[in-house]
Antibody, heavy 122, light 108 residues
Framework: EVQVVESGGDLVQPGGSLRLSCAASGFTFSSYAMSWVRQAPGKGLEWVSA????????FYADSVKGRFTISRDNSKNTLYLQMNSLRAEDTAVYYC???????????????WGQGALVTVSS | EIVLTQSPGTLSLSPGERATLSCRAS???????LAWYQQKPGQAPRLLIYDASSRATGIPDRFSGSGSGTDFTLTISRLEPEDFAVYYCQQYGSSGLPFGGGTKVEIK
């Protein structure tokens, strides 16, 4: 059974940093791209970042480019999102999502985690 | 970057009625690379439709997708109580993975 489980959500002050993790199981992790998608309270879905199966190719939404870094450790079947210079508008539930393709932006998402809440506030 | 616009924002219907949701792209979507997701309160999104018209595993046949180019439609032929939710379209295959703003299907 495919599972993706996020962790690391927390309350952080504006300007601070946080790292989210996503533990995957039930599939060959290195064969598929992974993405982070966020949802601000009461708002819609916003794609944040994507990474290829072996991690050599990454893509970012303009809203987080230069502040967030996506990475993966295929030996641990784990996806990461390093978030720096956090702003109030980054407050959201962050979902980890598995792509159906190896290339980061070539496919849709067939499995999602339950999300991790990040709150940016003083 | 492609921008997806969904309409209407809210659809008020009764169980048994037909729902028609629209997703319009700011430029042509290549190879019909469009997906639809359903999200219920407090839950993660669930894949319904991919490649504009293919149903995902386990999705009832009352859900259907159609369209190409810049105009796409999700149709729910007869609404069941569990279908009242928010629906999002998503484009894939270019430089990003944008979502539309969503359509809420609520009970009238």
């Amino acid at each position: 059974e495919v599972q993706v489980v996020e962790s690391g959500g927390d309350l952080v002050q504006p300007g601070g940093s946080l790292r989210l993790s996503c533990a995957a199981s039930g599939f060959t992790f290195s064969s598929y791209a992974m993405s982070w998608v966020r949802q601000a309270p009461g708002k819609g879905l916003e794609w944040v970042s994507a990474i290829s199966g072996r991690g050599g190719s990454t893509f970012y939404a303009d809203s987080v480019k230069g502040r967030f870094t996506i990475s993966r450790d295929n030996s641990k079947n784990t996806l990461y999102l390093q978030m720096n210079s956090l702003r109030a508008e980054d407050t959201a539930v962050y979902y980890c999502a598995k792509s159906v393709r190896y290339h980061p932006v070539a496919g849709y998402f067939d499995y999602w985690g339950q999300g991790a809440l990040v709150t940016v506030s003083s | 970057e492609i921008v997806l616009t969904q309409s209407p924002g809210t659809l008020s219907l009764s169980p048994g009625e037909r729902a028609t949701l629209s997703c319009r792209a700011s430029q042509s979507v290549s190879s019909s690379n469009l997906a639809w997701y359903q999200q219920k309160p407090g839950q993660a999104p669930r894949l319904l439709i991919y490649d504009a018209s293919s149903r995902a595993t386990g999705i009832p046949d009352r859900f259907s997708g159609s369209g190409s180019g810049t105009d796409f439609t999700l149709t729910i032929s007869r609404l069941e109580p569990e279908d009242f939710a928010v629906y999002y379209c998503q484009q894939y295959g270019s430089s990003g993975l944008p979502f539309g703003g969503g359509t809420k299907v609520e009970i009238k």
